[in-house]
């Protein structure tokens, strides 16, 4: 990606506004912030007792989108002793948290 950038003429290091690529660990936390996304989506969706693609969609979107924001403003932080994998994995599972509980609030609602 940077070096597409830099054929027009922009010199950003796409990598550095990624929350989930850690310098030398390359995708493989994306993937697993993925896959935790959809064990997450697979729990809620046992949970409100009802699923279709569309409601699948939106809590795949919803965790992904917490764990996103939570690596994002967590970037600066580091617990020591800790991998970065982890840590990244942590964060994740603690912004999927807050957006679980926003999207059974919101399924609680759209059932009614």
């Known amino acids: ?14 990598a ?7 310098g030398d660990l390359g995708t493989t936390p994306l993937f697993i912030v993925l896959t935790m996304c959809l064990i997450g989506t697979v ?3 046992s949970v409100v007792k009802f699923s279709s693609f569309f409601n699948t969609a ?3 979107s919803g965790l992904f989108t917490g764990a996103y924001f ?31 509980v926003g999207l059974l609030i919101y399924h ?3 059932e009614a």
């Open 1 to 14: 990606m940077d070096d597409f950038l830099r054929l027009f003429g922009v010199n950003i290091h796409w």
């Open 70 to 100: 939570a690596n994002t403003m967590a970037r600066a932080w580091h617990i020591p002793g800790i991998d970065g994998a982890i840590m990244i994995a942590v964060m994740a599972n603690a912004g999927m948290c807050i957006a679980a």
């Open 43 to 45: 729990i809620i969706n």
């Open 16 to 22: 550095s506004y990624m929350p989930f690529n850690n």
């Open 108 to 110: 609680r609602n759209s």
């Open 58 to 60: 939106i809590n795949f």
